[in-house]
């Protein structure tokens, strides 16, 4: 009742200042059609002795060529209203649907919005989550490889959400969805769902401080950018959650350096806490992961070499038995059309 309270005042707020709006002054979004194409593949190999095990999402392959994701996306805006269609085929798409079954799973994103002026935006449907800084298309990381934080955090919500601008760099979005990754939930409670961000006004830092929460889960999460020079670039994503009583977190660092227009490296250090096996892992990781970025025009090819190290024997040989760490490498070729 409280978050349902507090959520009809902050859109009581919004629509008195929609009101206060020289409306001569709101430009309505341009009518325009945008169309998105990629597709992407990887080899994944082993660097010390070790069987498919796989903590983390979409790697889930050994010695063996892989589609990662084939897909297509078209954004419309016609005056106030706008619409997205995402599909995806391929196992990224598979996992990110997880809770779906069929053709069900290409529907990566479908949503409807309305924008009534410059203010707010309205949003209904299914879209990629707020929380975390990777995304699920493989062309928006430098990373191929997944974090830990991505693959145990939300990956998609369902429901309607209002985005609110709040002046110069800062703004807030608040919802309500169906339980995480969910489409149709078998269960009646909802999740409550928030974001503030904000930023320096030459865009070299910028924060977003996001949550989720519902009936015995919420989370947390801040996700920081900084541009230390035209050639380096620093991330931070620090997140929490609390599932039934029990906590995960992890803390992730991403460095970027790119030399050249052509040659990007990026370094991802992240510490993953799951001793009290909320996310079902059951004791701490730290892993590292090393990518480059190399581009021919639309093509991107990505060398990754990637370590991961947990305090205890979780990652299984090709003998059947434990061991505390396992490394790989991968080459994964991402192609936007």
């Known amino acids: 009742m409280k978050k349902t309270f507090s959520l009809l005042l902050v859109l009581s707020i919004a629509f008195n200042s929609m009101a ?61 209203f706008g619409a997205t269609l995402d599909l995806g085929a391929g196992k990224r798409a598979e996992e990110f649907s997880y809770n779906d079954n069929g053709v069900a799973t290409v529907f990566k994103q479908a949503y409807i919005s309305y924008a009534p002026n410059s203010i707010i935006k309205f949003t209904a449907g299914k879209w990629a989550t707020h929380i975390g800084y990777e995304l699920l298309d493989a062309y928006s990381n430098r990373n191929y490889s997944m974090s830990y934080a991505f693959s145990y955090g939300p990956f998609f919500h369902t429901g309607i959400r209002a985005d609110i601008t709040l002046g110069a760099k800062s703004a807030m979005m608040i919802g309500v969805a169906q339980p995480t990754d969910y489409v149709s939930s078998p269960s009646p409670d909802k999740m409550f769902i928030a974001q503030f961000s904000t930023g320096t006004k030459d865009d070299k830092l910028k ?76 004791t701490s990781v730290n892993q590292n992961t090393f990518s480059a970025n190399i581009h021919f025009a639309k093509l991107t090819i990505i060398p990754e070499i990637r370590f991961d190290n947990a305090k205890d024997k979780i990652f299984i040989n090709t003998n059947n038995r434990l061991n505390p760490f396992t490394g790989n490498f991968i080459i994964a070729a991402v192609y936007k059309f």
């Open 20 to 80: 206060q709006v020289d409306s001569s002054k709101a430009a309505a979004p341009s009518s325009s059609t945008t169309f998105t194409y990629y597709i992407d593949g990887y080899f994944r190999g082993a660097l010390v002795d070790q069987g498919t095990t796989n903590k983390t999402s979409f790697t889930n392959s050994s010695n063996a060529l892989q589609l990662g994701m084939a897909s297509f996306k078209v954004d419309q805006v016609m005056g106030k």
């Open 207 to 282: 924060g977003f401080l996001n949550y989720q929460g519902g009936k015995d889960k919420s989370q947390f999460d801040l996700v920081l950018n900084g541009v230390v020079s035209s050639k380096v670039g620093i991330n931070y994503d620090g997140t929490i959650a609390n599932i039934a009583g029990s906590n995960w977190s992890s803390n992730s660092f991403y460095v970027n350096y790119d030399p050249t227009a052509k040659y990007g490296f990026t370094w991802r250090t992240e510490f993953f806490d799951d001793k009290k096996g909320a996310a079902g892992v059951g």
